[in-house]
């Protein structure tokens, strides 16, 4: 009786040890409280309740997942991340600078003939057309006949005339047929100095200055700093400064060295 409860209290503190001692390895599920910082102090972030994760899933930044082995529960750790194992470092080729006074084309000169690989002209026109075929263009306001159709490629002839007039894909104004001389077709924009104008790749509307036979001058009038992520998963940092716009494609805390305070809660 005596040897067994001997035995037992040393598999009881062998247990014991095993679970005081286990750590964190790739694979476990954690649950982890933290606060980040900058370099600087600044508390940028902090949990307020446990945040659970796979360890080695991805489903946080690399300088974490690494710091975070061989943690035991309830144990603290401060990690110093630097940008290669938290968000990167600066990409410049991911910021656009534009001019706050800008000139953008305005007579422009288009061909009457274009071509398409079959796979697009599907997606826009659907399937089973044939050559003479006169379809209209979705959201621009003409006609095109197809002129040529294989197996791979479709080439359509626009059907405009001088005078007539459809929906840009630029922007909220219509362009109009100045002129057709052979394969080129004419056009411009129907806009007038004075006008406010809404170019379709910006968040803001610009202010028609001044037009040429070759260019518009335009002002973007400005909007408060902008931060979001669009619909695609791109990060978006727009700045308005006293003679150009910023437009930051890189995550916010890019380049950053952040330092993590983390403890463990729990491993499952």
Partial sequence: MKEQIIIALLLLSMLSGCIAGRVVEPGDRVSINYTVEFENGTIYQRSHAPINLTVGSGM?????????LGMKEGETRRLVIPPEKAYGTVNESLIEEIPLIEEIPYRKVIPRRMSTSIDRFERSFGKNHSVG????????????TIVE???HDVTVLL?????????????DWNQTVLGIDGENITIAPDFKVGDTIQIYRYYWNSTVLGITDENATIRHNPIPDMEFVDIFGLPWRIHFGEDKITIDHNHPLAGETLIFNITIVNIG
């Fill in 60 to 68: 946080m930044i690399r300088g974490i997942e690494e710091g975070i």
């Fill in 159 to 171: 059907e405009l005339e001088v005078g007539d007039s459809f929906r840009s894909s630029k922007g």
């Fill in 133 to 144: 075929e006169s379809l209209y263009v979705p959201g621009a306001g003409y006609n095109v």
């Fill in 149 to 151: 159709m294989n197996e």
